[in-house]
Each structure stands twice: as C-alpha cells, then as structure tokens.
C-alpha cells in the first residue's frame, strides 16, 4: 500500500478559480501536486453555471494492487484583499464530495502568500505559519473581503520579522496577496477496478460593471468575446431600452491539474448552462457546441488540458 497525494477540480471569483483532483500533499510550505502513474482519469463530466459546479470522475486502478493516496482539490488563488462575497466561507462549505455514492467529510486547508518577488523564483512565498502567530485565524482570512480593516492592521502590526521585510518589498502589499484554500481526503483505489468521485458545490462568481467598448479590453483577452458576442449583448439592451453598462459575472475552473494523471483524460464532457437572458463567452475550440436555448456542450477523447477555463456572463 502506497500514500501520496493527488489533485481534482474547483470553482472561483474574479476570476475565481477551482481546479482538477490531483494527488500531492500539504506542508507548511503549501500545498505540493504529484504527479500519479498508476491510476487514470477514464471520465470526466464538468458542469458548470453561476449558480451550482457538478463534476464527476470516474478512476481506475491500473495496478493488481489496492493503493493509497491523498487526494487534493484546489480553489486556487484569490486575492485577499479584493472580492465583494457577503458569505465566502458559507459557500466554501457547500462543497460536497461522494465516493461511490457515499458522502465524505474533506479536510480544509487554508494557505496564504506572497506572489515570487523576480521572475527566477517561481514559488509563492507561504505565510500562514507567520501570519498565524500575529492572530490571523483561519475564519478571520476567509472572510477578509468584509473585514478588510481589521486584516490590514493586524499584518501591518504584525512583529514577524519575515512579513515586515515582504510588506516594505511590496509597495502596495495590500492588493498583493493571495488566499489559496485546497480540500483533501484520503483515498483508496481498489486493485484494477474504478473508483467514482464527485464534487457538488456552489462557486464563487466575481465580476463587475462595464461598457460596451470594455469588452475589447482586457476581457476580450481573458474571454475570446468576439463580435458575435458584442452583437448579441447589443441587441439585448437595444430591445430591452437598458442602460449601456453591462454587468459581467465572471468564474474560472482549472482544468490543467487533470493532466496528473497516468493518461490523457479517457472521455472529457463539459456543459455550460446560462439563463435565457444571458449571453457567455469563454476560450475553447469548436467541439463546444450549443444543445438546447440555455446549455453548450464540448466533448474531448483522450484529452489532456493545456489551459484552464475561464468564463464570463452578461445580461
């Protein structure tokens, strides 16, 4: 019997981001994804909308023997300091996770850190452990977007040596870092035989209010909007005599930590469902097809993500 760690997939604000099972292990250094060659991702099906994330895997078991790991799944990072969520850590716990049918309780971990200070370093520098020693408890971080002052001022104040020399490195530390919160359980993969996962949860959706001509911005980057998309946006707030600012919703789903795995991801599906007065847009190829008035839907054989998945919705 083996243990190590492996990663799956989650959901984020602005963009928010959420991320494939892996395995891998979490250290006071952050959480760390290994790469496993002895069970496969045979199936994938993601859903994805504003108001609900359902993914479900189907593992199998490459070996004659049962083996062991911890499994991770990562909502990578937010911005500590920058979010409008009234309950973050409310939905952080709707999080749900079956396996063969039968609920499991995850175990929380919340990290905190500093982006790398040169582009040599490629490593996030950790500072819960410091942060923690300042006061700074795990439900006082989650909800740091409605208690801002009080958080500034703590690390501010904070006498560890190590976050006095990263807050006066940084110029405007306040925006810079980051809260990374990953889920774990551990795992066995029955010898030679499949084992489902899945993952129900509520995702946390940022965005904010723009014009017309912003989506040839950044967003338009960030989102492949094309002038099909513009177009439509137009002809609803034409038909409907709204204002031209337009409110974008935005969420992001990485689909990179997939490719961890012994293979290519056997049968990859995702579905996109939006409301009837909405229009999305995001960065895929043509296999995302529209199956009905609300819902698109993309399907990828032998599939290995080289990019995660970030989407926008208007109205």
């Not at 408890?137 to 690390?155: C, F, G, P, Q, T």
């Not at 990953?182 to 965005?207: C, D, M």
């Amino acid at each position: 019997m083996q243990n190590k760690i492996f990663c799956l997939g989650v959901v984020f604000f602005s963009l928010v981001a959420t991320a494939n099972d892996s395995t891998g292990y979490a250290s006071t250094g952050g959480i760390n994804y290994i790469k496993n060659h002895h069970i496969s991702m045979e199936t994938e099906d993601l859903y994805i909308s504003k108001d609900k994330i359902n993914v479900a895997y189907q593992f199998k078991n490459l070996t004659n023997r049962d083996i062991t790991e911890i499994i991770l799944f990562p909502f990578p990072a937010l911005n500590g300091m920058d979010g409008d969520f009234a309950d973050t850590e409310g939905l952080l716990n709707s999080f749900q996770v079956k396996v063969n049918g039968n609920a499991i309780k995850p175990k929380r971990h919340v990290n905190i850190f500093f982006p790398p200070k040169n582009q040599a370093e490629n490593k996030p520098i950790d500072v819960t452990v410091a942060l923690a020693t300042c006061g700074m408890s795990e439900k006082l971080l989650l909800n740091s977007w409605k208690l801002k002052d009080d958080i500034s001022e703590k690390i501010a104040v904070c006498p560890n040596q190590e976050i006095q020399k990263l807050l006066k490195y940084y110029d405007d530390w306040e925006n810079e870092w980051k809260i990374q919160i990953t889920y774990s359980w551990r795992q066995t993969f029955k010898a030679n035989a499949i084992t489902r996962v899945e993952h129900h949860y509520r995702p946390l959706v940022g965005g904010g209010i723009n014009t017309i001509q912003d989506l040839n911005g950044q967003l338009k980057k960030n989102f492949c909007i094309d002038k099909n998309f513009t177009q439509k946006l137009f002809h609803l707030h034409e038909k409907a005599d709204r204002t031209p600012l337009i409110l974008t919703r935005e969420l992001s789903y990485i689909l990179t930590t997939g490719a961890n795995w012994a293979k290519p991801i056997g049968r990859f599906t995702l579905t996109i469902e939006r409301k009837p007065n909405e229009v999305v847009s995001l960065c895929w190829d043509k296999s995302l097809k529209k199956i009905n008035a609300t819902q698109f839907k993309a399907v990828k054989t032998n599939f290995i993500p080289q990019h995660d998945i970030d989407i926008v919705f208007t109205e």
